[in-house]
T-cell receptor
Framework: ETGVTQTPRHLVMGMTNKKSLKCEQH?????MYWYKQSAKKPLELMFV???????ENNSVPSRFSPECPNSSHLFLHLHTLQPEDSALYLC??????????????FGSGTRLTVV | AQSVSQHNHHVILSEAASLELGCNYS??????LFWYVQYPGQHLQLLLK??????LVKGIKGFEAEFIKSKFSFNLRKPSVQWSDTAEYFC???????????FGTGTRLQVFP
């Protein structure tokens, strides 16, 4: 375990379903991130939360909706997804001192398949 | 905005061969550079990082990387690879201006015994 826990590990959902991905960190970090990892593409940064405030939304479609209720938990709510949204969704956390992060710790990811 | 290029998409080596994986980044001010490794079915792990100081950085598992500012490069090296090094390797740069960690496309390394 890395200290960043993601659930579920695997998720298969239909295009009309609503589901949520969960991320939890107990490292005392103050920033959390959602990344999308697709085959043969760079990891894409989706959302950034610093001290529970969303500071970045990287032009992500509205069918992805993040929620950060506290500095230890991060959710990604999914609805009416498309097959091309199938990917590995990674959560990460870091301790940001000013603007320089002290390393990133990644979770194991949720493998999402949209059918 | 920063961008990261990894030119080697797939590298195949025999055990004991030397490894060098290329990473180039676009200039955008102060850079913090990272190499991550992802073993099959596992999470991304930090191999090494460069913030400042000695441009030759030692990481875990015998890996090292050299920051060459004039070439905008941060290549990863290992003198003698092992079968257990089979994994995907990602170079990343943290952009202080935007506070984003930007990844390259990754290099898949296969090491045969």
């Amino acid at each position: 375990e890395t200290g960043v826990t993601q659930t579920p590990r695997h998720l298969v959902m239909g295009m009309t379903n609503k589901k949520s991905l969960k991320c939890e960190q107990h490292l005392g970090h103050n920033a959390m991130y959602w990344y999308k990892q697709s085959a043969k593409k760079p990891l894409e940064l989706m959302f950034v939360y610093n001290f529970k405030e969303q500071t970045e939304n990287n032009s992500v479609p509205s069918r992805f909706s993040p929620e950060c209720p506290n500095s230890s938990h991060l959710f990604l709510h999914l609805h009416t997804l498309q097959p091309e949204d199938s990917a590995l969704y990674l959560c990460a956390s870091s301790q940001n001192r000013g603007v320089r992060p002290i390393g990133y710790t990644f979770g194991s990811g949720t493998r999402l398949t949209v059918v | 905005a920063q961008s990261v290029s990894q030119h080697n998409h797939h590298v195949i080596l025999s055990e004991a061969a030397s490894l060098e994986l290329g990473c180039n980044y676009s200039y955008g001010g102060t850079v913090n550079l990272f190499w991550y490794v992802q073993y099959p079915g596992q999470h991304l792990q930090l191999l090494l990082k460069y913030f400042s100081g000695d441009p030759l950085v030692k990481g875990i598992k015998g890996f090292e990387a050299e920051f060459i500012k004039s070439k905008f490069s941060f290549n990863l090296r290992k003198p003698s690879v092992q079968w257990s090094d089979t994994a995907e390797y990602f170079c990343a740069v943290h952009d202080d201006n935007t506070d984003k960690l930007i990844f390259g496309t990754g290099t898949r390394l296969q090491v045969f015994p």
